[in-house]
């Protein structure tokens, strides 16, 4: 296919700090804000790493491959 690169999409996330008393109710809502990004992921067609992948991906990054 002569030139055509194809690239990956990707999926930022924030870092969400938890300040409220109410700690219960934040994680739900992050619990469900994760798995709408998981399923939006999944539905364009983005490969889920698996947890040994990720484990990877992290000692890469950080240098320690």
């Known amino acids: 296919m002569g ?3 194809q690239t990956q999409p990707t ?3 924030s870092v969400i ?3 409220s ?3 219960h109710s934040q994680l739900m809502s ?3 804000r994760l798995m709408a990004l998981r399923q939006k ?3 364009e067609g983005i ?3 698996s947890t040994e ?3 990877a991906e992290i000692k890469r990054r950080r240098g320690e491959v």
């Open 3 to 5: 030139g055509l690169t």
């Open 11 to 13: 999926v930022s996330l």
């Open 17 to 19: 700090r938890l300040q």
């Open 21 to 23: 008393s109410d700690t």
């Open 30 to 32: 992050l619990g469900t």
């Open 41 to 43: 992921a999944i539905a």
């Open 47 to 49: 490969e889920l790493l």
């Open 53 to 55: 992948e990720i484990l």
